[in-house]
Each structure stands twice: as structure tokens, then as C-alpha cells.
């Protein structure tokens, strides 16, 4: 996730911080984005200068369950979210949204593994929305809806495969988020002045738009189906299996055939044009602009270039698709294959881009298990940034080091540190900076040929799986053959900034 908060009272001034600290782009708003199912004209492929065909609506396949099998737990900070009884394997949305009634009609077939025998289970899903129907394996259960909490009142036997189907409509509602941050105050199903939709879902959220065991270390596959209303378009994660229009609106589905957590999963309907382009290694980029967007977009745009950038430090990109939807936030989130940007100049930039890009490695292909651990994601991350900064000139790597560094024992002060951080202060620049200072200081003890073939050796070895702090420390203990384990305590628990270096062992 990107994060534009500033520090008050501190002299620093790094990228990922302070929306005043980048100057506004001076390059005039680009054409209008075309090649959409509006009908507009096609736009030229920003890469291999063909024309765009429009979105590219590819085959669905039958979801491979095995995949999904996760082992979930309770969250270590935020328990109320999520059952470590369930193992959601599937999620089979569809949905429907009426703008003028602000109204979401769903229906959810969830197919999940029992992870332990039990009484009864639940999933998290908004109190705004009501449950009309429940039914497991196809009989009618009995169900308490308790705030967020939709309890299913039916034993279930461990390693059992269940399916749970939920029929359930309303308006549905964001939840407050557990952050002090200045970009966001609510999280999950946000709806516009002009009924368009966009979600962003960390550390929790998308609860208030599906049943859902919203917890990271449960990863499953999807199929959303969205109908929209006319002249809108919904998009989601994955790819495009279908699109078609009618008099009543516009049906897209989408599929995602590659685990995920639920934070992850995003969902946008509103008034979109579809362009694209093409990375060098070949990978299709779609971009899912609002019509009429007047902002420039050149920085979006370099998404398929900067693929190139991180492939040659981090090995392939490791899903099928990838796609850009612009949405009326400020924040931006790296959702799986689709990512959610906001609307102002900052997010839209190349180095915010690059920063979510780097997140379908880590943090979509290796994910937290527990949200104690954010930091696995935002470090390795917010060190890549910097290093693309320094590369197409727009900080130097030696200026954002300094800073942060500058900057350290107040995050911890304030803050805590990365590894335990104040829960009501979710995404502060501590899970950022800091242990992008340890990466970085990894980095220059090893040489970047090494640094780097460790940190993809991390995701080869936990491709589609959540992950906790102790594997990694033991992978890299494994691969560098050093005892890290005081390096790694120190930057990640400890309550003083670690002297420069790595400790020799």
C-alpha cells in the first residue's frame, strides 16, 4: 500500500511520506483512454505502437481448489477479523449494483475446507447487508448475524470441503480503520456523490461487500461477476472472462486462478475506459481510467516498463494478468493482478506505480500470514522504490537512506517498531522505512547479485503462501549461511535504532 502521510515534527521529507514533498506533474491531461466497451476509438499500444483492441475477454477454467489450501490463524492483532476454523478455498461472487438505490444485491457461493472440527463457524460480513438466504451443501442452515459476524449455526468436520451459499443485499457500509493515517480513515465498499464504487480493504474490510474470512493467511481463488449499470463497468482481479451489454447495463466477470488474501481482492464500478500496453518481456497491462479523467496519466502508463525494471531483480512477474484501475481515493493499494490507484497527482506517479508493482511479488505471491508481519510486505517494497527513485532520477537512494535513518527512533518512539507496532496506528512510516533500512543494509553487506537471488529464492520457496517472520529469518539464515537472528530482532522488535551494519557471527 502506498502511504502519503506527514510526519509532524520531523525535518525529513522521503517520497512514500508527504504528498507536498512531490511537485505536480507540469505535462498536460493525455487523451481521452480509449479502446473501451463504450465504443470509443482505439488508443496505440504505448509499447509496441499497435492499436488496442479493447479488453481481451480470455477463457474461464476450472479453478484448481488445491491452491487455495491454506492453514489460517487468529490474528495476533486484530483477532475479531477472520475464523481459524475456516479455509476458504473459492469465492463465487455475483453481484449487482443499483446506483440510484445505493443498492448491492450478492450472491455467494463459498467453498471451504474445515480447518478443525467444530460446532458451528462464521464468516465476517457488514451489518448493513442482509442475509436472505443460507444455505451448506445445499440445506438451509440456521444463522446469527451479529454485527460483522454471520455465525452458521452446522457442525463441520476437519478436512472436510464445505459449500456455503449466502444470498444477501443493502447498502453497504466502510469500516473504520485502525490508522491515523491522513489518506484514509475508513476501509472496504466506498461509494462516490455520483454512486460509483471503489473498495480498498487493509487490514480489513472487504467484509462489507461479501462473506468472507478476511484474514490474511487465508488465501482462496475467485470468480466475480459484476453487473453494472449502463454505460458503467465493473471491474475486479484477474482476467476478463466475460463482457457484455445491454439495454440494463454491463456484465464483466472476472477470474482469479492464483490465491489470494481477501485484502487483496478489489472490486470498482463506474464509468471507465479500457486502454493498454505491452512490457517488453510481453506481458499485457490494461488501464482502467474514469472517462473524463482530466488528470495526466503518463506516469500510470509506465507500469509495463517498470514490469521490465523489477523482473530483472526479482525474477518473472508472477501472475497472468495485470491491469491499473483509477479510482476516486487517495491512497493506493497493490491488489492482486489489478491494481487500485487514487486519483491525485502523487499516487499517480512512477515511483508510486513502481512501489505496487512491487507488491505482486511481495505481498500478493508471498503474503503476510499474520498482520503482526505488514512489514515483509512495505520493506523489500519501500527499498525497491527507493532504488527505482535513485535510477530514473527523481531522489537519490543516498538522500531517502539518510532521511530515514534521520528519522527512525521517532517512528519507534511514536509508532513502535516495525515488527510491533501500536495496532491503532496500522501502515505508519515505521512498516515502511524502517525495515527498508535493514534490507538495505543486507544489500551493501552482500552485493545486490546475491542480496537479490535470495530475495527471489524467498519467493520460489513460498509462491501462493502466507508467510511469517520466523521462515524468513531461518531462509535467510539458510541461504547466507550467517546467524542474523540479533540483525533481524534489532530493526524488527527493537526499541533503539541498530548501529550501521551487519553483525559478523
Same mark, same amino acid.
Given at each position: 500500500?502506498?502511504?502519503?502521510?506527514?510526519?509532524?515534527?520531523?525535518a525529513v521529507?522521503l517520497?512514500?511520506?508527504?504528498?507536498g514533498c512531490?511537485e505536480?506533474?507540469a505535462d498536460?491531461a493525455?487523451?481521452?483512454?480509449?479502446?473501451?466497451? &463504450?465504443?470509443?476509438?482505439p488508443?496505440?499500444?504505448a509499447?509496441s505502437?499497435a492499436?488496442?483492441?479493447?479488453?481481451?475477454?480470455?477463457d474461464?477454467v476450472?479453478?484448481?481448489?488445491d491452491?487455495?489450501?491454506?492453514t489460517?490463524?487468529?490474528d495476533?492483532?486484530?483477532?475479531?477479523?477472520?475464523d481459524?476454523?475456516?479455509?476458504?478455498?473459492?469465492?463465487?461472487l455475483?453481484?449487482?449494483?443499483?446506483?440510484?438505490?445505493?443498492r448491492l444485491?450478492?450472491?455467494?457461493v463459498?467453498?471451504?475446507?474445515?480447518?478443525?472440527?467444530?460446532?458451528?463457524?462464521?464468516?465476517d460480513?457488514?451489518?448493513p447487508?442482509?442475509?436472505d438466504a443460507?444455505?451448506?451443501?445445499?440445506?438451509?442452515?440456521?444463522?446469527?448475524h451479529?454485527?460483522?459476524?454471520?455465525?452458521v449455526?452446522a457442525?463441520i468436520?476437519?478436512?472436510?470441503?464445505?459449500?456455503?451459499?449466502?444470498?444477501y443485499?443493502?447498502?453497504?457500509?466502510?469500516?473504520?480503520?485502525?490508522?491515523?493515517?491522513?489518506?484514509?480513515?475508513?476501509?472496504?465498499?466506498?461509494?462516490?456523490?455520483?454512486?460509483e464504487?471503489?473498495?480498498?480493504?487493509e487490514?480489513?474490510?472487504a467484509?462489507?461487500?461479501?462473506p468472507v474470512?478476511?484474514?490474511?493467511?487465508?488465501?482462496a481463488?475467485?470468480d466475480i461477476?459484476v453487473?453494472?449499470p449502463?454505460?458503467w463497468?465493473g471491474?475486479a482481479?484477474g482476467?476478463?472472462t466475460?463482457?457484455?451489454?445491454d439495454?440494463?447495463g454491463?456484465?464483466t466477470?472476472w477470474?482469479?486462478?492464483?490465491p489470494?488474501?481477501?485484502?487483496?481482492?478489489?472490486?470498482?464500478?463506474?464509468?471507465?475506459?479500457?486502454s &493498454?500496453?505491452?512490457s517488453?518481456?510481453?506481458?499485457?497491462?490494461?488501464?482502467?481510467?474514469?472517462?473524463?479523467f482530466?488528470r495526466?496519466?503518463?506516469?500510470?502508463?509506465?507500469a509495463?516498463?517498470?514490469?521490465?525494471?523489477i523482473?530483472?531483480?526479482l525474477?518473472?512477474?508472477?501472475f497472468?494478468?495485470?491491469g491499473l484501475?483509477v479510482?476516486?481515493s487517495?491512497?493506493?493499494?497493490?491488489t492482486?493482478t489489478?491494481?487500485t490507484?487514487?486519483?491525485?497527482d502523487?499516487?499517480? &506517479?512512477?515511483?508510486?506505480?513502481?512501489?505496487?508493482l512491487v507488491?505482486?511479488w511481495?505481498?500478493?505471491?508471498?503474503s503476510?500470514?499474520d498482520?503482526r508481519?505488514?512489514?515483509?510486505?512495505?520493506?523489500?517494497?519501500?527499498?525497491?522504490?527507493?532504488?527505482?527513485?535513485d535510477e530514473?532520477?527523481?531522489?537519490?537512494?543516498?538522500?531517502?537512506?539518510?532521511?530515514a535513518?534521520?528519522?527512525?527512533q521517532?517512528?519507534?518512539?511514536?509508532?513502535g517498531?516495525?515488527g510491533a507496532?501500536?495496532?491503532?496506528q496500522?501502515g &505508519?512510516?515505521?512498516?515502511?522505512?524502517?525495515?527498508?533500512?535493514?534490507w538495505?543494509?543486507l544489500?551493501?553487506e552482500l552485493g545486490d547479485?546475491?542480496?537479490?537471488?535470495?530475495?527471489?529464492s524467498?519467493?520460489?520457496?513460498?509462491?501462493n503462501a502466507?508467510a511469517?517472520r520466523?521462515?524468513l529469518?531461518?531462509?535467510?539464515e539458510?541461504e547466507?549461511?550467517?546467524?542474523?537472528s540479533a540483525?533481524?530482532?534489532?530493526?524488527?522488535?527493537?526499541d533503539?535504532t541498530p548501529?550501521?551494519?551487519?553483525p559478523?557471527r
Amino acid at each position: 500500500m502506498t502511504r502519503r502521510r506527514a510526519l509532524p515534527a520531523l525535518a525529513v521529507c522521503l517520497s512514500l511520506a508527504v504528498a507536498g514533498c512531490s511537485e505536480d506533474a507540469a505535462d498536460p491531461a493525455p487523451a481521452r483512454p480509449a479502446g473501451s466497451p &463504450s465504443g470509443a476509438a482505439p488508443a496505440d499500444d504505448a509499447a509496441s505502437g499497435a492499436p488496442s483492441r479493447g479488453p481481451v475477454v480470455g477463457d474461464r477454467v476450472e479453478p484448481d481448489l488445491d491452491l487455495a489450501r491454506s492453514t489460517p490463524v487468529e490474528d495476533s492483532v486484530y483477532p475479531d477479523v477472520g475464523d481459524p476454523r475456516v479455509d476458504a478455498l473459492h469465492y463465487d461472487l455475483d453481484l449487482t449494483w443499483d446506483r440510484d438505490a445505493r443498492r448491492l444485491t450478492g450472491r455467494a457461493v463459498v467453498t471451504f475446507r474445515a480447518a478443525r472440527s467444530a460446532p458451528r463457524f462464521q464468516l465476517d460480513l457488514g451489518a448493513p447487508l442482509r442475509v436472505d438466504a443460507v444455505t451448506l451443501d445445499g440445506r438451509a442452515v440456521r444463522t446469527a448475524h451479529r454485527g460483522k459476524d454471520l455465525v452458521v449455526r452446522a457442525p463441520i468436520e476437519e478436512d472436510r470441503h464445505y459449500e456455503l451459499a449466502v444470498a444477501y443485499a443493502g447498502t453497504p457500509e466502510p469500516a473504520a480503520a485502525p490508522t491515523t493515517r491522513s489518506d484514509f480513515s475508513e476501509t472496504g465498499f466506498t461509494v462516490t456523490r455520483t454512486g460509483e464504487v471503489w473498495t480498498m480493504q487493509e487490514p480489513y474490510g472487504a467484509f462489507t461487500w461479501y462473506p468472507v474470512n478476511d484474514q490474511p493467511a487465508d488465501k482462496a481463488l475467485y470468480d466475480i461477476t459484476v453487473h453494472a449499470p449502463p454505460r458503467w463497468t465493473g471491474v475486479a482481479n484477474g482476467t476478463l472472462t466475460e463482457l457484455a451489454t445491454d439495454d440494463e447495463g454491463t456484465t464483466t466477470s472476472w477470474q482469479l486462478v492464483e490465491p489470494a488474501s481477501s485484502y487483496l481482492i478489489t472490486l470498482a464500478i463506474g464509468a471507465y475506459d479500457h486502454s &493498454s500496453n505491452t512490457s517488453r518481456s510481453g506481458l499485457r497491462v490494461d488501464y482502467w481510467t474514469p472517462r473524463r479523467f482530466t488528470r495526466p496519466l503518463q506516469g500510470v502508463r509506465t507500469a509495463a516498463d517498470t514490469v521490465d525494471w523489477i523482473e530483472s531483480r526479482l525474477g518473472d512477474y508472477p501472475f497472468d494478468t495485470l491491469g491499473l484501475v483509477v479510482t476516486d481515493s487517495m491512497s493506493a493499494m497493490e491488489t492482486q493482478t489489478m491494481i487500485t490507484l487514487g486519483s491525485n497527482d502523487y499516487v499517480l &506517479s512512477p515511483q508510486v506505480v513502481a512501489h505496487e508493482l512491487v507488491h505482486q511479488w511481495y505481498g500478493d505471491q508471498v503474503s503476510p500470514s499474520d498482520w503482526r508481519d505488514v512489514w515483509l510486505n512495505e520493506g523489500m517494497t519501500m527499498l525497491l522504490q527507493w532504488i527505482y527513485e535513485d535510477e530514473h532520477d527523481i531522489r537519490p537512494l543516498r538522500q531517502s537512506l539518510r532521511a530515514a535513518r534521520a528519522a527512525d527512533q521517532q517512528l519507534r518512539d511514536q509508532y513502535g517498531p516495525p515488527g510491533a507496532y501500536d495496532r491503532r496506528q496500522f501502515g &505508519s512510516s515505521n512498516i515502511y522505512w524502517t525495515p527498508a533500512l535493514m534490507w538495505d543494509e543486507l544489500r551493501v553487506e552482500l552485493g545486490d547479485e546475491e542480496f537479490f537471488r535470495i530475495a527471489r529464492s524467498w519467493l520460489e520457496a513460498n509462491d501462493n503462501a502466507s508467510a511469517s517472520r520466523e521462515q524468513l529469518y531461518e531462509h535467510w539464515e539458510r541461504e547466507t549461511g550467517r546467524e542474523l537472528s540479533a540483525f533481524f530482532d534489532g530493526w524488527i522488535t527493537g526499541d533503539r535504532t541498530p548501529e550501521p551494519g551487519v553483525p559478523v557471527r
